[in-house]
């Protein structure tokens, strides 16, 4: 695979790889304590982040928001609700973008399909029906961040209080947190990097708390998925790779805190060949490490900023053979340069190593 395929793969996936940020821009949605009901004010940073994290299950509420990734700016609509469904609780949701070509996506329990003028619809699964601020459930993050208060502030007309999540070094991004005063709902979200720079950002510009949805948006929440999204099923849960699955290759540095979340094989994005694929997180970020063949024997090499998604591609020559390594992850740059250029093969990484 050339410099140019390689690109041209990465583009032509942005398509595909917005509504995966999505999917995690669901939760910066935030859901809160149900109509009427506030939470107890919280007095430390961590508590207010234990709230936030209760206050993601119950609440039905719509309002509008923006959605800043890079130099891309979306405006969307949000309506969540949550439902009993054969006995059990189940959050449906739906977000409508308001700009371009209408395209939605709708969450019902763990299911999301994303539809789009023009495209076959798509159906993603996930474990975390809240993924942005299910990043802050783990607890493992503590060593390599610091978590502060900074102000009161105020967000679409409500008192927020504002949190800080600072990197204790430049190999991962921070974060910036207002939470409603009331309920701990996120309302406004903004992903820095080292110098301060805006690399994402989420925040509502309306938003209400109505007893219950109309009846046609519970019609919208509830309509049956289109059959066609079978055929295009995205599994996000790192949990269900195959377990037998040999990693051959090793990734010589990674930044501290980083560590090994499942690996597998499948089908490349950008080429027909299949691609070992391994994930790490520390907690709040995450990155995958592909290595497929390339069989063209032409050296290229690609990086790419999409907002918080950086996408590097270095070549590998073992022997007569040469594989493409590409770190696709929400972290720096420089950190998936870093990191990309580390990969070689085991057997390799165990002789260095002696």
Known sequence: MNHNEFMKGIRLNRGRLFPLLLVMLAAMCGQAFAAGQTSEPAD?????????????????????????QGATLETLAVTHTLQKVNGKSEELERIAFLDGLPREMVRQGSNITFTSAGREPARFEHESLVPMVGRFTSGHFDKHYKLKPAALDRVADRETVQLLVVPTDRFRYGYQL??????????????????????????????E?????????????????????????????????????????????????????????????????????????????????????????????????????AAVSKVF???????????LGEIPLGTAERIAVSVRPREQSQQADK
Not at 190 to 203: A, F, L, P
Not at 254 to 268: A, I, K, L, M, T
Not at 288 to 305: H, K
């Open 178 to 207: 207002w939470l409603d005063r009331r309920t701990g709902l996120l309302l406004k979200s903004v992903m820095v990097d080292s110098e301060g720079r805006i690399i994402e950002r989420m925040q509502f510009t309306h938003l």
């Open 209 to 309: 708390f109505p007893g219950e949805l109309t009846r046609d948006e519970l019609e919208r929440l509830k309509r049956k998925l289109p059959e066609s999204a079978d055929k295009n099923v995205v599994k996000l849960n790192s949990d269900s790779v195959p377990e037998k699955v040999e990693w051959n290759w090793e990734a010589g540095w990674v930044p501290e805190g980083f560590s090994p979340r499942g690996h597998s094989s499948r089908n490349s994005a950008v080429s027909n060949q299949k691609v070992d694929t391994l994930n790490f997180s520390d907690g709040l970020a995450s990155f995958s490490v592909f290595v497929e063949p390339d069989e063209t024997r032409v050296l290229s090499q690609a990086t790419e900023q999409i907002g918080s998604m």
């Open 44 to 68: 430390t940073p961590d508590k207010w982040l234990e709230t936030m994290i209760q206050a993601t299950q119950n609440l039905t509420y719509r309002g509008h928001f923006v959605y800043q």
């Open 317 to 327: 020559r073992n022997g007569e053979k040469y594989f493409h390594v590409t770190v």
